[in-house]
C-alpha cells in the first residue's frame, strides 16, 4: 500500500513534538531524495536518532546529483536535534512522513544498486528538528528552497517606528518618570509595560507579523489554524480543551526570536506546508493557536491573556453558538476596542447555518461589535475586519488567507498594535491627569492668603499702633511743658513708645488657628478640579509648608512692626518746638515783670505783662493743637507704611513656605498634563 502526501509533518502524542524543518535542496537546483515508507509503518525515532530505511531502497536513476540531509545526533548531542534528545531519555516523539510515491516498492530482498546507492539510502534520515518535508520527483521541481539561516546569515530588520509614534513613546516614558514620585506604581504599571513592550518588540524583526488565533472552546480556531498551514499541526477533536499550549507556525526564517518572546518552546514550533503560492503570500506571517480562553483550565486563560499583550495582530474565531458569549465580549472584545485595526473577528462553521442563517448570524455579530465600541473596517475605513467561513469545509479560508495576506505584506501591525496599546494605556491614566479647569493659583486666593497671614500676625493693630505712637510723640515734642510734664507723670509706668506690646496667650492660640484656617483654605482653592493624586500632593504640600509658619510669623511681627525708640520727627517739628518755648518764654517773662512791680523793683505797668502773660497761656495751646491738626496726616502714613511691611513680610513668609510648593506642585501637573497631551496626540489643551 502506496502512502502518499505532499507533507510531512509532526503527529507525537499531544502534539508535543520537536522544532522540525523542511527537507529541501540547499538550492532550487538541487533534488530531494525519496523516502520510502513501507506499507503499514511508521519511522520512528530511536536513541540513535535516525529512523531505519526499509531494506532494498532504490535511488532513483536520473536524481543527478542527491542532497545531504543532515542526520539527528545521537542522544545526549546537539541541543538542535530535541526529538533525538527526548527520544534518548525515553519520551516517545516521532515524527513520521506519507510520501507520494509514484513506483511500486521493489521487493525487500532487492539489493542496493551500488555503494553509492547504500550511502545515499544511509544519508535519507530526519533532520534537525523542523517538519520535514520530502516529495517525489514530480514535485521536486515545485518545491522552493527554504530559507535556512546559518551562522553568518544576517539577522532580520529590527522594526522602525515612524516619528509620530516615537514622539507618543518618548511622552509617555517622560510623563511616567514625571509621575513617579506622584502616584503609586499600580497606576503606572501599564504605561511601563506598554513601554517595555513597545522596546522589545523594536529590537526585533520588522518583516514578521504574529497573529494569535484566539477563540471559545469548540469555536474551531486549531482547523481553521490547520486550514491555513494545509495540514494537521494543531490537534482537533471533541476532547474539551483541545489545544493544551499555543503552537506557533511560520511561513519564513527569522522569526525565533519573535517566538522566543511568547515563551513558546521548540517542541511547540512548526512550519507549514510547502506551497510556493501560499509561502509568497504569507510571507512573514507567524501564527499562533492559542489555548481557549474559557477554558476550564486555569493555566490555559493566563497563557491566553499573556500572549494577547503581545502579538502584533488577533483573529477571533467564534461559531454561531457561541458569538455572543458575555465572557468573550466583556473580558475580551470590548475591552480592546481600540485595537480594532489589528483584529479579524472569524465566524467559523458557517456550514452549520442553512440559508439565510449565515447572513442573519453576521449581521447579528457586527451589531454586537459595533454595542462592543469596536469599528469595523468596512467601505475603506480603518477597522476590524469581520468574516464568514467555514474551516471544515474550506469555504472562505482562501478569502481569509487573501485579506490576512495583505494584512501582513503591509509591516504594519507591530506599529498599530503599540500606537492601540498607547491609546489604551493613556485611557487608563486619563483619571489622574485629565481635568476640567486649568491648574494654577489664582491672584485673587494669593491676595487671600496673604490677607489671613496679616490679619493673624495682626498687621492692622501694628499700624494704628504706630499711629498712635506717632501722634504721642508729636504731642509731647510740640505740647506745652507744664502739660508734657503731667503727662509724663500720668505714664511714667508705660511701656517705651513704639515697642509692641507681647501677645497674651489667648492671642496667640487665635494666630494660629487664623494661620492653619488660611493654608487650609488656599490648599483648597489650589486643588479644586485636579485628578485625585495631584490635589493630594498639593495639600500635602501646603501642610509640610505650614509646619513652624506661625512661630516665623511672630518673629516677623517683632522685626518688622515698629523700630526700637521713637520714630522719627518731620521738618517743621523743631519750628514748632521754638514756637512753643516762645509761647512758654512769654509766661515766664510777664511772670517776672509782675513780680518785679510787687517787688517794688519795677515801675508798675500791668498793661504790658499781663499781655505778655496770656500771650503764652494762650498761645502755647494753640501751637499744640496746631502741631496735632499737623500730625494727623504724616502719624497716618507711618502707621499705613508699619502695616505695609507687616504685611509684606507675612505674605513672603506665607509665600516661601506655602505659595511656593504648592506652585511647584501646580508646574509639575502642569508638565505633566502637557505630556499626556502629547501622548493622547491632544497637545496641551487636553482638558
Not at 489554524?225 to 506557533?248: C, D, H, Q, Y
Request: charged share 25%.
Amino acid at each position: 500500500m502506496d502512502h502518499t502526501s505532499d507533507y510531512t509533518g509532526d503527529h507525537a502524542d499531544g502534539f508535543e513534538t520537536g522544532l522540525t524543518a523542511a527537507d529541501s535542496a540547499p538550492d532550487a537546483g538541487r533534488e530531494s531524495v525519496r523516502a520510502r515508507v513501507p506499507d503499514g509503518d511508521q519511522h520512528r525515532d530511536g536513541a540513535e536518532g535516525a529512523p531505519k530505511e526499509p531494506k532494498g531502497t532504490k535511488a532513483p536513476a536520473d536524481t543527478g546529483k542527491a542532497t545531504e540531509r543532515p542526520r539527528v545526533p545521537e542522544a545526549g548531542g546537539s541541543p538542535q536535534a530535541p526529538e533525538a534528545a527526548e527520544a534518548a531519555a525515553g519520551t516517545e516523539n516521532v515524527p513520521h512522513a506519507r510520501v507520494r510515491d509514484q513506483q511500486r516498492e521493489p521487493a525487500e530482498d532487492t539489493p542496493p544498486a551500488d555503494d553509492d546507492q547504500a550511502a545515499a539510502d544511509d544519508d535519507d534520515v530526519w533532520d534537525d528538528g523542523l517538519i520535514a518535508r520530502r516529495v517525489t520527483e514530480t514535485a521536486k521541481a515545485a518545491v522552493p528552497v527554504l530559507e535556512t539561516r546559518g551562522p553568518g546569515a544576517p539577522a532580520p530588520a529590527p522594526l522602525a517606528y515612524d516619528g509620530p509614534l516615537r514622539s507618543r513613546l518618548d511622552a509617555l516614558r517622560e510623563l511616567v518618570g514625571l509621575s513617579r514620585t506622584r502616584l503609586d506604581s499600580n497606576t503606572l504599571a501599564e504605561a511601563g509595560r506598554v513601554l517595555d513592550e513597545a522596546a522589545n518588540r523594536r529590537r526585533l524583526s520588522g518583516q514578521h507579523t504574529v497573529v494569535a488565533l484566539a477563540g471559545a472552546t469548540g469555536s474551531g480556531k486549531s482547523q481553521l489554524f490547520n486550514a491555513l498551514a494545509g495540514v494537521a499541526i494543531s490537534e482537533t477533536g471533541v476532547r474539551r480543551p483541545t489545544t493544551a499550549a499555543p503552537i506557533a507556525c511560520s511561513w519564513s526564517d527569522g522569526s525565533a526570536a519573535l517566538i522566543d518572546r511568547l515563551g513558546i518552546p521548540g517542541r511547540l514550533r512548526r512550519r507549514p506546508v510547502h506551497n510556493p503560492e501560499a509561502d509568497a503570500q504569507l510571507r512573514g506571517l507567524i501564527l499562533i493557536d492559542l489555548p481557549d480562553h474559557d477554558s476550564a483550565a486555569v493555566q490555559h486563560r493566563e497563557q491566553v491573556d499573556r500572549i494577547l499583550k503581545l502579538v502584533d495582530a488577533v483573529i477571533w474565531v467564534v461559531d454561531p453558538e457561541k458569538y455572543a458569549d458575555a465572557v468573550l465580549h466583556e473580558r475580551y472584545l470590548r475591552p480592546m476596542a481600540g485595537h480594532a485595526e489589528v483584529m479579524f473577528i472569524v465566524l467559523n462553521q458557517t456550514d452549520r447555518l442553512p440559508g439565510e442563517a449565515r447572513d442573519q448570524v453576521l449581521d447579528d455579530l457586527r451589531r454586537l461589535l459595533d454595542d462592543d465600541g469596536i469599528a469595523l473596517g468596512e467601505y475603506g475605513d480603518p477597522g476590524a475586519t469581520v468574516l464568514a467561513l467555514s474551516a471544515l469545509t474550506g469555504d472562505g479560508v482562501g478569502e481569509l488567507r487573501d485579506v490576512l495576506g495583505q494584512f501582513v505584506s503591509e509591516r504594519g501591525a507591530a506599529a498599530r498594535r503599540v500606537a492601540a496599546d498607547l491609546d489604551a494605556a493613556a485611557a487608563r491614566l486619563r483619571p489622574v491627569y485629565a481635568t476640567g479647569r486649568r491648574a494654577e493659583l489664582s491672584e485673587e486666593a494669593r491676595d487671600e492668603f496673604a490677607a489671613r497671614l496679616a490679619d493673624a500676625v495682626g498687621a492692622t493693630a501694628a499700624g494704628e499702633a504706630a499711629e498712635r505712637a506717632w501722634r504721642r510723640n508729636a504731642n509731647r515734642a510740640c505740647g506745652t511743658p507744664w502739660l508734657r510734664l503731667w503727662r509724663w507723670y500720668q505714664k511714667r509706668g508705660e511701656p517705651p513708645t513704639g515697642r509692641l506690646r507681647k501677645a497674651q496667650p489667648e492671642e496667640e492660640a487665635t494666630a494660629r488657628q487664623r494661620v492653619e484656617q488660611a493654608v487650609r483654605t488656599v490648599s483648597e482653592r489650589a486643588s479644586a478640579g485636579l485628578p485625585a493624586p495631584w490635589a493630594q500632593a498639593v495639600r500635602e504640600a501646603a501642610v509640610r509648608g505650614s509646619q513652624g509658619l506661625s512661630e516665623a510669623l511672630d518673629e516677623l511681627a517683632a522685626r518688622a512692626g515698629l523700630p526700637p525708640g521713637r520714630p522719627p520727627r518731620p521738618g517743621w517739628w523743631p519750628v514748632a518746638v521754638l514756637a512753643q518755648a516762645a509761647m512758654t518764654l512769654l509766661q515766664v517773662l510777664g511772670g517776672l515783670w509782675l513780680v518785679g512791680q510787687i517787688a517794688g523793683v519795677m515801675a508798675p505797668n500791668l498793661g504790658v505783662p499781663v499781655l505778655l502773660m496770656i500771650a503764652g497761656i494762650v498761645g502755647g495751646p494753640l501751637v499744640e493743637w496746631g502741631c496735632r491738626i499737623a500730625a494727623r496726616g504724616p502719624a497716618r502714613r507711618y502707621g499705613l507704611e508699619a502695616e505695609r511691611r507687616l504685611r509684606e513680610a507675612a505674605a513672603g513668609c506665607g509665600r516661601a513656605r506655602v505659595l511656593d510648593p504648592v506652585a511647584a506642585e501646580l508646574l509639575r501637573y502642569q508638565e505633566v498634563r502637557e505630556q499626556y497631551g502629547r501622548v493622547t496626540r491632544v497637545g496641551a489643551g487636553v482638558r
